[in-house]
């Protein structure tokens, strides 16, 4: 049975309490041990935890039976620690994006008192990873793997990141910054690697089966899958009933170098790419309405459903093709498929 959210929440408290065990060790003033405290909480807990639980389930999955305490509690610390990680980036994305809610909440630099201190807290919540890592898995085979895993991915990330920000910046709108080489590189980098590839990863290190082949086949299929996931996101952003999404899409409306826009640029009659370059990324209900209208002109809709039968054949094909000789469990990818296909949130 994969776990639950109330299960891998069960484990959070007690990492809270060692990160303050350590900050005790250098007397760190209690208003400062109380403000990382809550800057802790508010910012990785709320979330549905996909990314940490994933490493829970990939251990079940390969053990092939439920995990014992000890087990559970230790991959699910794994999975935490990319929950973490996410944190960090969340609070920075959102200054550098001026974004104004996350998670049904104001963001944290937004919140009463916090301000630019946020960026502080980002960098401290990202320190938290490495003082519990250190406390859980120093004297584990693969405690090195985990660092250099953990500190790949995050510059990783952060190179999507720069190319996300200079390809499509909110005030500086021009469509000719955008193209799918430079959308894969954006997404494999910013979503695939520490969404999909960094979970089952940490979970074979773990093991102790993340041997060099097993790693290329988890690269080579599951960093596909994050980039159909994202195409995913692009497409349900623009095509899915708000109600259902929990969300009102505004990828247009931000400029952002979405899938869509970037279909629409390679299909575009000369009529049609002037009502995008008039109209995309304005903050403008008119202007978005336009675009959309545009998207449907194209039947954007039956393009992606194309793109998603296909993308999905070929990792279909690959997960059939893995070779198990070394440990690895193709239920692991299955699974992952399984929670991503045909979403509708």
Request: glycine share 6%.
């Amino acid at each position: 049975m994969p776990t639950t959210l109330k299960e891998f929440e069960s484990v959070w408290p007690q990492l809270v309490e060692d990160v303050k065990k350590q900050c005790n060790a250098y007397g760190l003033p209690k208003n400062a041990l109380d403000w990382l405290e809550k800057s802790l909480n508010v910012n990785t807990v709320g979330g549905k935890c996909n990314r940490g639980m994933s490493v829970v389930d990939t251990t079940s999955l390969q053990l092939g039976r439920p995990l014992d305490k000890k087990e559970y509690f230790e991959s699910a610390a794994l999975g935490w620690f990319i929950e973490l990680l996410q944190a960090f980036f969340l609070v920075t994305d959102d200054i550098m994006d001026a974004s104004k809610t996350r998670r049904g909440q104001p963001c944290w630099y937004l919140q009463p008192g916090v301000g630019m201190i946020a960026i502080n807290d980002a960098i401290t919540i990202e320190g938290c990873i490495y003082v519990l890592l250190k406390k859980y898995f120093k004297t584990h085979p693969q405690y090195a793997d985990f660092m250099e895993l953990f500190h790949d991915t995050t510059f990783q990330t952060e190179l999507g990141q720069t190319c996300d920000l200079l390809t499509a910046p909110e005030d500086d709108i021009d469509l000719n910054c955008f193209s799918l080489e430079k959308y894969s590189f954006i997404v494999i980098f910013k979503t695939a690697y520490y969404s999909f590839y960094l979970p089952v990863a940490l979970s074979l290190m773990y093991l102790g089966i993340a041997t060099p082949k097993n790693l290329q086949t988890c690269h080579d299929i599951l960093i596909p899958m994050g980039e159909y996931f994202q195409v995913q996101d692009d497409y349900l952003d623009n095509f899915a009933d708000p109600e259902t999404l929990g969300k009102i899409g505004t990828d247009i409306m931000d400029n952002k170098c979405s899938w869509l826009v970037n279909q629409a640029l390679k299909i575009a009659t000369p009529e049609q790419r002037k009502v995008l370059d008039d109209n995309y990324g304005q903050k403008n209900k008119d202007c978005e309405a336009r675009v959309k209208k545009v998207y449907d002109e194209m039947k954007l809709d039956q393009i992606y459903h194309e793109y998603e039968e296909k993308r999905v054949g070929e990792i279909r094909k690959m997960i059939d093709n893995v070779d198990t000789s070394e440990g690895l469990k193709k239920e692991v990818f299955e699974e992952f498929l399984r929670k991503i296909y045909k979403r509708s949130k």
